[in-house]
């Protein structure tokens, strides 16, 4: 398979030493493509069934609701030509409103939120379309350089027809001071498919007094893709 230009810029080397993790796990040996069979092809894939009724509003998953700026974020998955990519399992994953992850490995000093798990995840619609309702997550620090922040981000994944084809990115905020500063931003060479991972702000779909609105559109491969990572948390 041939790739064009575009798509090698877009997306972010494997070794990127100012993303200090890259160093370790990134390959040092050329990829072996491994073509697949009928059994990655027919393997277990999501369905309807599985996604409950709370799982894409991230504000109803407890008890109480949980603390910080209630967003919508809503987009479209696409693929090269800006077809709608329908029933198309999208899960997010973030930190709660003062930047803590449930998560062992994260132990900096800011609150948990019993009424907040982070996770959700929805299917596309047959237009492609997705929406959460969530909190916006806030920025938090990490051990990479010295006095080193994650701008706000979203985790996403996406999965294809199979567990294979699993893509992986970060939505990020428009206006975030930290983003000049953040090697995983950075790490995209081409600056426009870096911004192609900024949501924008949409007063179509803020809902007055309650949530403001954020536009996320994800496009699977081409000229316009998204540029995505390997699944890793950080
Ligand atoms: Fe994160």
């Known amino acids: 398979m041939t790739y064009p230009l575009e798509s090698l810029t877009a997306h972010p080397p494997n070794l990127y030493p100012g993303y200090r993790s890259t160093v370790k796990r990134a390959p040092s040996r050329p990829l072996v493509i491994i073509p697949q069979t009928l059994s ?6 999501f369905g309807h069934d599985s996604l409950r009724e709370h799982d894409n509003d991230l504000t109803r998953q407890h008890a109480g609701e949980p603390l910080g700026e209630r967003i919508i974020v809503s987009g479209r998955v696409l693929d090269e030509n800006g ?3 329908p029933n198309t399992l999208v899960e997010i ?5 003062a930047g803590r992850y449930i998560h062992v490995n994260d132990q900096h000093p800011a609150p948990l939120d019993p009424n907040f ?22 920025s938090y620090p990490w051990r990479n350089h010295p006095n080193a922040w994650r701008p706000a981000h979203i985790h996403f994944s996406l999965f294809g027809p199979s567990f294979l ?16 500063y953040d090697p995983m931003w950075n790490s995209v060479p081409d600056e426009r498919a870096r911004l192609r991972m900024m949501s924008s702000f949409d007063l179509e779909t803020t809902v007055p007094e309650w949530a403001l609105g954020y ?14 990572e390997d699944p890793h948390h950080d």
Request: contains cysteine; positive net charge.
């Open 165 to 180: 084809t699993r893509l992986v990115t970060q939505m990020y905020f428009p206006g975030d001071p930290l983003l000049p």
């Open 40 to 45: 990655e092809l027919t393997g277990p894939v």
């Open 93 to 97: 994953w973030q930190a709660n409103a």
């Open 215 to 228: 536009r996320f559109d994800i496009v699977l491969r081409g000229r316009d893709a998204t540029p995505m």
């Open 83 to 85: 077809r709608p990519v």
């Open 117 to 138: 798990t982070g996770a959700g995840r929805c299917l596309t619609d047959a237009e492609g379309r997705y929406a959460f309702t969530t909190i916006k997550p806030g």
